[in-house]
């Protein structure tokens, strides 16, 4: 049950930011005995695919803070940050699938169930971030890009570490995130229409 909390946690963290839970458990993975990835997902501590992701997740964090290039960035990530989960979640779940060796093989095996399951988690979360984003940026012409961005990072990256250490608190966690999500939602609503009647 706790390797599915892991794995379910750094996939709805990668629907908001792809690179900082494949990061940071390849780092983990790589210089902690924290977490231990499958072999099929060893490349993830790899020295090169650890300066990749670190240069890729410095390029989304500046991205991401530019109103309009923020847009732009969310296209491009709509393909990234599912396939990050994926990839998060079945390395995070520590499930136990076969190296694939024959790619057409891999959508007959039992390996592509939890790549589903972290892609369905993580472009949730991303459709979601993308949509309120859009919100954000219309109702404060653009202002709004970085403090969102530096919100959304951060949870990114607090939702990783309790899936990783505490993966109990990743349901309480999301709980607080759609709570703040949602109260922020009424409060742009509230805005709009108090402009409205002005």
């Known amino acids: 049950m706790l390797e599915l909390l892991t794995g379910s946690g750094l996939a709805?963290?990668?629907?908001?930011?792809?690179?900082?839970?494949?990061?940071?458990?390849?780092?983990?993975?790589?210089?902690?005995?924290?977490?231990?990835?499958p072999a099929q997902w060893l490349w993830l501590e790899n020295g090169w695919g650890l300066v990749a992701l670190g240069v890729l997740l410095l390029l989304d964090?500046?991205?991401?803070k530019v109103p309009a290039v923020d847009h732009v960035n969310d296209v491009v990530q709509t393909f990234v940050r599912p396939t990050?989960?994926?990839?998060?979640?079945?390395?995070?779940?520590?499930?136990?699938t076969p190296a694939i060796t024959d790619p057409g093989a891999f959508f007959t095996s039992s390996a592509v169930w939890p790549f589903v399951i972290g892609v369905?988690?993580?472009l949730s979360t991303h459709v979601a971030k993308a949509s309120a984003r859009a919100v954000v940026n219309l109702s404060t012409a653009g202002t709004g890009a970085p403090v969102v961005s530096t919100?959304?990072?951060?949870?990114?990256?607090?939702?990783?570490?309790?899936?990783?250490?505490?993966?109990v608190?990743?349901?309480?966690?999301?709980?607080?995130?759609?709570g703040m999500g949602m109260w922020v939602r009424q409060r742009l609503r509230q805005r709009k229409r108090e402009r409205s009647f002005i």
Not at 18 to 26: D, K, Q
Not at 151 to 167: G, K, N, Y
Not at 169 to 178: A, D, G, N, P, S
């Open 120 to 122: 369905v988690l993580a």
């Open 84 to 96: 990050a989960g994926g990839i998060v979640f079945a390395a995070g779940s520590t499930s136990e």
């Open 12 to 37: 709805l963290s990668a629907g908001l930011n792809a690179f900082i839970p494949m990061l940071s458990i390849g780092l983990l993975a790589r210089y902690t005995d924290t977490v231990e990835l």
């Open 151 to 167: 919100v959304e990072d951060v949870s990114s990256l607090t939702m990783t570490v309790l899936a990783i250490l505490v993966p």
């Open 61 to 64: 964090v500046v991205a991401d």
């Open 169 to 178: 608190l990743v349901i309480v966690f999301l709980l607080i995130l759609v």
